[in-house]
């Protein structure tokens, strides 16, 4: 049984891992954890080819016991990740900017070579 923390670290190693990921593919890293009283986006970035705003949710899991990491991005993580995504582009004043929903997921494995997948466009704003 995992815990707390377990989950807190693995989730963090996510959002590294995610981080790096998309740095490399040259990305610009806006803002990581952005929290307001709706929700939280993991990642904020912005995509080097057509300049768009990206709101990344992050899911990592270190096996596959409660399936794909990407299912973990319910309907109501949506609204969340949609109603803080609002918020921060209200804070910014960027309403008018082209922005989209990834989900990168990631599963942990013990020889570091972590498998992930970039799910572009995964979902739509939702509130």
Avoid at 50 to 60: G, H, Y
Wanted: charged share 30%.
């Amino acid at each position: 049984m995992r815990n707390d923390r377990d989950n807190k670290n693995t989730g963090n190693q996510g959002e590294e891992i995610a981080t790096a990921y998309l740095t490399a593919r040259g990305y610009r890293i806006l803002e990581r954890n952005f929290r307001c009283k709706g929700g939280e986006v993991d990642i904020v970035a912005r995509d080097p080819r057509d300049k768009s705003l990206v709101f990344v949710e992050v899911k990592a899991r270190r096996d596959l016991s409660y399936g794909v990491p990407q299912l973990a991005v319910t309907p109501f993580k949506q609204r969340q990740i949609s109603k803080a995504s609002l918020t921060w582009l209200s804070s910014k004043q960027l309403h008018d900017q082209n922005a989209r929903f990834d989900v990168i997921a990631i599963l942990l494995t013990a020889d570091g070579l972590h498998k992930i997948e970039h799910i572009v466009n995964a979902f739509e704003l939702a509130y």
